[in-house]
């Protein structure tokens, strides 16, 4: 075996052991820290892809920028110290369920796909191009979807910071 492959599967691993850890942890400071493991470990996939932009934009966007704003949020509205209550057990069954079967779906519709080897080229990918697109305001720009999600983010947080700190009727 490569020695790429290797280190794909070492990080691959360490991704899915986050990612659960992320989603079983009942600490919620633990599970956003966690959660910055497990994005971190998409950047490195995307490093050994050599999309060094794409890499970039995953560590600063998400490892950076949103981790660091939910940890923000999760330090403003609770205590670090509370435990989250453990779900149901019907809720587990039918967690656990729904997420084999999108597994099941993800395979099947994996295995059954024609994937077609094309000798036509590919769309230019190249920083310069990328920039010029992420800057672009017109047909195919992102500058304005990206400030309508950005102002969204901003009012979800500023939302939930507003709901957990509202004092209930019986405090």
Do not use: W
């Not at 994996?110 to 310069?128: G, K, W």
């Amino acid at each position: 075996m490569a020695t790429s492959a290797i280190i794909f599967y070492i990080i691959a691993g360490v991704m899915i052991i986050f990612s659960l850890l992320a989603v079983t942890s009942r600490r919620i400071l633990r599970a956003a820290v966690y959660l910055l493991f497990a994005l971190a470990g998409t950047a490195a996939l995307y490093f050994m892809l050599d999309y060094h932009f794409l890499a970039a934009v995953q560590l600063i966007v998400y490892a950076g920028g949103i981790v660091v704003l939910i940890i923000f949020s999760i330090l403003l509205t609770t205590h670090i110290n509370e435990k989250l209550e453990k779900p149901a057990p019907g809720k587990v069954f039918i967690t656990s369920v729904l997420t084999l079967g999108g597994f099941v779906v993800t395979v099947y519709t994996l295995s059954q796909h024609n994937f077609i080897v094309s000798d036509t080229p590919q769309a230019e990918a190249t920083v310069n191009h990328i920039g010029e697109k992420l800057l672009s305001v017109g047909e195919g720009g992102y500058v304005l979807p990206f400030e309508v999600i950005s102002i969204l983010l901003l009012a979800a947080m500023v939302g939930a910071i507003v709901i957990a700190k509202r004092k209930t009727s019986g405090s």
